[in-house]
């Protein structure tokens, strides 16, 4: 069997084929799976295009929230007004491959791809970002920081899709933080990465925080336990030691091709302290 592309004109005619029971893998801007055609790693199977899709075109729109339709890519959002309010996804996408890639990749097909790589998750999972997932018998949301289950392994079942991404708006006063670390400054995968948002009282105590991770886990790693030492505190020199100590038992990093263990857990105590030295 070969490879062979199923473009339906219809959602409903998309989620009925998903239902179907046969091995569909949806096709969005198709930046990951052509790699993995590529590199031999795709066994030949039907692909779901999802171009045609009027339910899931390119959309940034507000109301109440932030709602990306799952067509949305990297460079719809570099270009819209939206970055205003949401910072650290124009510096995401900035992030992402190069003009090419950002202006065909999408951020939901960064999500489902599910690498604990990706650039635009992160700045997703900071935001409280939450997914619809549609299938022919149901419709529901559940929040990206519990999306994630082990490497590649997600709360999404195969006659689902993503459908959109919702982000409530920020609230006024909160500091964005987004670094990558990687061999370059660009085109390059991270050996790790923070996405942080914080937003601290007039004394400079923890109101609220977000610490959001790549690369140093088997998933995106939201970390709820680091984030809870400096919650409600004031941002002294110890209570930043502190949280750079405690990040060490959150993560779970890994010598690979890009990096080592020792230099993931290293720089990433040492994004935590420039995070909290804002
Ligand atoms: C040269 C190059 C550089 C890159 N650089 C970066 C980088 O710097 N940072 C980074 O994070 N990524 C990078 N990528 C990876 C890729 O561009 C992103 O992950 C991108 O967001 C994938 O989106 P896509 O629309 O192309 O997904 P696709 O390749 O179409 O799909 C990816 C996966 O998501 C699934 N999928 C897609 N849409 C849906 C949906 N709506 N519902 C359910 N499942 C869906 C597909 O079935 C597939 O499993 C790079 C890729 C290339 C080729």
Same mark, same amino acid.
Do not use: N
């Given at each position: 069997m070969s490879f062979q592309v199923v473009t339906p004109y219809s959602l409903d005619e998309a989620l009925g084929a998903l239902a179907s029971g046969e091995k569909l893998v949806p096709l969005a801007g198709a930046t990951d799976l052509m790699v993995y055609m590529e590199a031999g790693t795709l066994a030949p199977c039907r692909f779901l295009n999802l171009q045609e899709l009027d339910e899931l075109k390119p959309t940034l729109s507000v109301n109440g929230s932030l709602t990306l339709g799952a067509m949305t890519t990297y460079r719809d959002v570099r270009v819209s007004p939206i970055r205003e309010q949401f910072p650290m996804l124009a510096w995401a996408a900035r992030e992402v491959g190069a003009l090419a890639i950002q202006s065909r990749g999408t951020w939901a097909g960064n999500v489902a791809n *599910?690498? $604990? !790589? !990706? +650039?635009?998750v992160p700045a997703l999972m900071a935001y409280d970002a939450e997914i619809d997932l549609w299938s022919k018998k149901e419709r529901r949301r559940v929040p990206l920081a519990k #999306?994630? /289950?082990?490497?590649?392994?997600? +709360? /999404? /079942? $195969? +006659?689902? =899709?993503?459908?959109a991404l919702h982000l409530p708006l920020p609230q006024p006063g909160w500091v964005d933080y987004y670094r990558k670390v990687g061999t370059?400054? #660009?085109?390059a995968i991270s050996k790790t990465l923070l996405a942080g948002r914080i937003l601290l009282d007039? +004394? @400079? *105590?923890?109101?609220d925080i977000r610490m959001v991770f790549a690369s140093i886990a088997p998933y995106t790693l939201r970390a709820v336990q680091t984030e809870a030492i400096v @919650?409600?505190?004031? =941002?002294?020199p110890e209570v930043i030691e502190e949280a750079a100590q405690a990040i060490q038992d959150e993560i779970h990093p890994i010598d690979d091709i890009r990096s080592t263990e020792t230099y993931r857990r290293r720089v990433t105590s040492n994004l935590v302290r420039d995070f909290l030295s804002l």
């Open positions: *599910a690498s $604990p !790589a !990706a +650039d635009g #999306f994630y /289950r082990g490497y590649k392994e997600m +709360d /999404r /079942r $195969p +006659d689902e =899709l993503i459908a370059r400054r #660009f085109q007039a +004394d @400079r *105590a923890v109101r @919650r409600g505190r004031e =941002l002294t």
